[in-house]
């Protein structure tokens, strides 16, 4: 157990419908990453918040969303589902900015129908 | 664009074989290279190598770093069934704000 936890462990939804998922990262830990992982892309990195702020950006779609809250916690935000956002996505946090060593969620799988 | 290659794809062992898992790379502002393991969901971290030619090491698991030639190479020895898993290279890149580019993965099977 990493110590971060992410909710909900899987959803199902419809194309063209948005989601929420959410992600508490580990104690002391001011950084969260998200990763998007799917059988063709292998796993990619979408974004990161350090203490509330935008720090890095990945290849995370327009449709796609973040934010980090006073408590640390973070959401990413999917609008406008498609069948090809269905993957694992992962969050993972750390102590500082450049997070080299990062402890990864248990994942949640989305299926876009 | 940023570029991580990962092979073998996929490699069948037995017990108390060794294996070599490699990493090439092609990126701009290099910052450092992470191996992690990933069983069933989460990946888990292994190394992290900066410099070139300092062997890390974890028991049976050591790895290296090849900044000229850029590419990095994961060491298991005697391995178990334990040790079946998806290998993934990571490589962090990028002046100010940053990028983390995952090669696709080693998945490595260890039978009996």
């Known amino acids: 157990d990493s110590g971060v936890t992410q909710t909900p462990k899987h959803l199902i939804t419809a194309t063209g419908q948005r989601v929420t998922l959410r992600c508490s990262p580990r104690?002391?830990?001011?950084?969260v990453y998200w990763y998007q992982q799917s059988l063709d892309q292998g796993l990619q990195f979408l974004i990161q918040?350090?203490?509330?702020?935008?720090?890095a950006k990945g290849n995370i779609l327009e449709r796609f969303s973040a934010q980090q809250f006073p408590d640390l916690h973070s959401e990413l935000n999917l609008s406008s589902l498609e069948l090809g956002d269905s993957a694992l996505y992962f969050c993972a946090s750390s102590v500082g900015q450049m997070g080299y060593e990062q402890y990864f969620g248990p994942g949640t799988r989305l299926t876009v129908t | 664009e940023d570029k991580v290659v990962q092979s073998p794809l996929s490699l069948v062992v037995h017990e108390g074989d060794t294996v070599t898992l490699n990493c090439s790379y092609e990126?701009?502002?290099?910052?450092?290279l992470l191996w992690y393991k990933q069983e069933k969901k989460a990946p888990t971290f292994l190394f992290m190598l900066?410099?070139?030619?300092i062997e890390k090491k974890s028991g049976r698991l050591s790895s290296i770093l090849d900044k000229k030639e850029l590419f990095s190479i994961l060491n298991i020895t005697a391995t178990q069934t334990g040790d079946s898993a998806i290998y993934l290279c990571?490589?962090?890149?990028?002046?100010?704000?940053?990028?983390?580019?995952f090669g696709k993965g080693t998945k490595l099977s260890v039978i009996p």
């Open positions: 900066t410099s070139s030619g």
């Open positions: 990571a490589v962090f890149s990028g002046a100010g704000s940053y990028q983390l580019t």
């Open positions: 104690s002391g830990d001011l950084s």
């Open positions: 990126v701009t502002n290099f910052r450092s």
């Open positions: 918040y350090y203490n509330g702020e935008e720090r």
